[in-house]
């Protein structure tokens, strides 16, 4: 598996950690993601069966705090993993993320279990993906700027509008409303869309939307007809735009999953959740370089850029097909069951692919 980090903590060391304080480590950070409260020596040594005694355990964690891997909260006899414990953590001390049969199962049949536009697929991912991993569903609409025009398709749906269908290669479509002039021959739709089918398909978005004007410049016709081409030379940067105006670029899941978790039970902390939620450029900000290229890309507490992300981890994996590309993931608080949601987001990149 691919695990990239697109930032990293200033000053982060190589984590030229023992054996036992891996496994030490390793211990407090099972106990603190399954309980949210501090971890003790005395509960680490009844809990998991180390072979030391709770003496050497408290030893080695003070040994791990020393270096900057724990931390005491206040003046709680437990620690907390850091930042750096999460990342020490991701890379080189869990096990391989993997799905059980049940989530397996859940994603499959509620994201891919019924065909819709990808709009929609996408939405209901966030939402699922939200839900399994009890964190907050994320989902970046796919730039449509190198996806490939296989045809173009108009229907009348009024005297004075159309609805046009750019279906892309590898099966993506999009629909928008094109207002024309009335009055139009009845043939004159028909006319014009193999005209723009003859000179259009097989380029991308952003090459018809550059090149328009030279390739239909010497296109004759009835008035209707050129009244119609026109409407496009004058509206093609909208038709033809790389990102669907009907759809948010961002797409997010419930944040009332991540309201019921420790983490958010203070109003302050609530508030800081709630302003994320409703400010989405933060959020689109963060994601906006995580399309170059596949795999599982994580970013921990302060490795985010953003200082209002600097208490929440961002797990995220590109899902494509050809030349279609976006991202899918999760953003909960660093306090995360890494595994597992790792594990979550990569199968549902997978599947969004595999569904495009």
Do not use: C
């Given at each position: 598996?691919?695990?990239?980090?697109?930032?990293?903590?200033?000053?982060?060391?190589?984590?030229?950690?023992?054996?036992?304080?891996?496994?030490?480590?390793?211990?407090?950070?099972?106990?603190?993601?399954?309980?949210?409260?501090?971890?003790?020596?005395?509960?680490?040594?009844?809990?998991?069966?180390?072979?030391?005694?709770?003496?050497?355990?408290?030893?080695?964690?003070?040994?791990?705090?020393?270096?900057?891997?724990?931390?005491?909260?206040?003046?709680?006899?437990?620690?907390?993993?850091?930042?750096?414990?999460?990342?020490?953590?991701?890379?080189?001390?869990?096990?391989?993320?993997?799905?059980?049969?049940?989530?397996?199962?859940?994603?499959?049949?509620?994201?891919?279990?019924?065909?819709?536009?990808?709009?929609?697929?996408?939405?209901?991912?966030?939402?699922?993906?939200?839900?399994?991993?009890?964190?907050?569903?994320?989902?970046?609409?796919?730039?449509?700027?190198?996806?490939?025009?296989?045809?173009?398709?108009?229907f009348p749906v009024s005297s004075e509008r159309l609805l046009m269908?750019?279906?892309?290669?590898?099966?993506?479509?999009?629909?928008?409303?094109?207002?024309?002039?009335?009055?139009?021959?009845?043939?004159?739709?028909?006319?014009?869309?193999?005209?723009?089918?003859?000179?259009?398909?097989?380029?991308?978005?952003?090459?018809?939307?550059?090149?328009?004007?030279?390739?239909?410049?010497?296109?004759?016709?009835?008035?209707?007809?050129?009244?119609?081409?026109?409407?496009?030379?004058?509206?093609?940067?909208?038709?033809?735009?790389?990102?669907?105006?009907?759809?948010?670029?961002?797409?997010?899941?419930?944040?009332?999953?991540?309201?019921?978790?420790p983490e958010f039970r203070s109003e302050e902390r609530m508030r800081?959740?709630?302003?994320?939620?409703?400010?989405?450029?933060?959020?689109?900000?963060?994601?906006?370089?995580?399309?170059?290229?596949?795999?599982?890309?994580?970013?921990?507490?302060?490795?985010?850029?953003?200082?209002?992300?600097?208490?929440?981890?961002?797990?995220?994996?590109?899902?494509?097909?050809?030349?279609?590309?976006?991202?899918?993931?999760?953003?909960?608080?660093?306090?995360?069951?890494?595994?597992?949601?790792?594990?979550?987001?990569?199968?549902?990149?997978?599947?969004?692919?595999?569904?495009?």
């Amino acid at each position: 598996m691919d695990l990239r980090s697109l930032e990293t903590t200033v000053g982060m060391q190589p984590h030229d950690l023992t054996d036992r304080e891996r496994q030490v480590l390793d211990a407090v950070i099972q106990a603190y993601v399954d309980t949210a409260e501090p971890a003790g020596s005395r509960t680490i040594a009844k809990r998991f069966p180390l072979g030391i005694s709770a003496a050497t355990i408290r030893n080695t964690m003070s040994d791990l705090e020393d270096r900057g891997y724990l931390y005491h909260p206040h003046t709680s006899a437990g620690r907390i993993p850091t930042d750096l414990a999460y990342r020490v953590y991701v890379d080189d001390i869990m096990n391989a993320p993997r799905v059980t049969p049940s989530e397996y199962v859940a994603l499959t049949t509620q994201i891919g279990g019924h065909p819709n536009a990808l709009q929609t697929m996408l939405d209901r991912a966030a939402q699922v993906l939200g839900m399994v991993t009890k964190e907050l569903g994320i989902a970046v609409a796919p730039s449509f700027d190198d996806a490939i025009l296989d045809q173009l398709q108009m229907f009348p749906v009024s005297s004075e509008r159309l609805l046009m269908v750019l279906v892309l290669r590898h099966g993506a479509a999009r629909t928008i409303f094109l207002e024309i002039p009335s009055g139009l021959p009845p043939d004159a739709v028909d006319q014009v869309a193999r005209v723009l089918n003859e000179r259009l398909s097989g380029l991308t978005l952003r090459e018809i939307r550059t090149t328009l004007r030279e390739r239909l410049r010497d296109v004759s016709g009835a008035n209707g007809e050129r009244g119609l081409i026109n409407v496009f030379l004058e509206e093609s940067d909208q038709l033809f735009t790389g990102s669907d105006e009907a759809a948010p670029g961002l797409l997010l899941g419930s944040a009332r999953i991540l309201a019921d978790q420790p983490e958010f039970r203070s109003e302050e902390r609530m508030r800081d959740l709630m302003a994320l939620t409703e400010r989405r450029d933060v959020l689109r900000e963060a994601l906006r370089n995580r399309q170059s290229g596949p795999g599982v890309t994580i970013t921990i507490g302060a490795e985010n850029v953003d200082p209002q992300l600097a208490n929440f981890t961002l797990v995220t994996s590109t899902y494509s097909a050809g030349t279609i590309h976006g991202v899918i993931g999760v953003m909960g608080p660093t306090r995360m069951s890494y595994e597992k949601v790792i594990a979550l987001v990569e199968h549902t990149s997978r599947l969004i692919g595999d569904l495009l």
